[in-house]
């Protein structure tokens, strides 16, 4: 049944992994939500969109569509692959921090000995939802793309330094405008990347054997019913 899902040939593959999409974003949301609580710093991006939050009194997850949303833009312009799951990212995972803000299930972080576990925590949830995520077929995040279509096009740049300039980029911008940064901040940059590269490796996943269906076959899939 998985490997039929993660095919996407029929219309109820699609629904299905698009429902997966949404829930997976939904409890990354939370994973946001707890390494925002630790309040030790927001991860990278989170700055730029709790920046734009504050300095334009609006919710964490109205600046978190509208970060996407141009990155989502600019994706399309570098003509970029673009799935399903990128529209459910752009809208899900904003939201879905908001709805725990309100929920204030989680209470801000008074100290290092609860903050550092939190934010760890919230990494964690992170990493198995990105899995959970990424089954779906549907597509990568954003940003994600984005980072890909740069490294394409500036061979001459390691991904990696490109990754760092871009997450450098997002961390000043949110600074300026407000965002917290601090410790969390770097525990998020350099230690998000080990801890889902150790979560994948727990439930043996490979995510560059995952081929992504593009949104105009997933429309021609969902409309035409045609292979």
Request: aromatic share 8%.
């Amino acid at each position: 049944m998985i490997h039929d899902l993660r095919g996407n040939r029929t219309p109820t593959a699609i629904c299905l992994n698009m429902v997966l999409s949404a829930l997976s974003l939904f409890v990354n949301g939370f994973g946001i939500y707890l390494t925002i609580q630790a309040n030790i710093g927001a991860a990278p991006w989170d700055v730029l969109n709790l920046g734009l939050s504050k300095s334009l009194g609006i919710l964490y997850g109205s600046a978190s569509i509208a970060v996407s949303v141009t990155i989502l833009a600019i994706d399309i312009a570098l003509k970029e692959p673009i799935g399903l799951s990128m529209f459910i990212d752009a809208i899900v995972v904003g939201k879905s921090v908001d709805f725990f803000n309100w929920l204030n299930i989680v209470p801000p972080a008074r100290s290092p000995l609860t903050a550092v576990p939190m934010l760890l925590l919230g990494l964690v949830v992170l990493a198995y939802t990105q899995y959970t995520y990424m089954l779906a077929s549907l597509g990568c995040g954003p940003r994600d793309t984005l980072l890909v279509g740069l490294a394409k096009r500036i061979r001459r740049i390691p991904i990696g330094v490109i990754s760092i300039a871009l997450l450098s980029t997002a961390t000043l911008i949110g600074w300026l405008l407000g965002g917290p940064v601090g410790p969390g901040t770097l525990i998020c940059a350099f230690g998000a990347g080990p801890i889902m590269q150790a979560a994948f490796r727990t439930v043996h996943f490979d995510a560059t054997a995952i081929r992504h269906q593009r949104l105009r076959d997933s429309f021609r899939v969902l409309f035409s019913q045609s292979p």
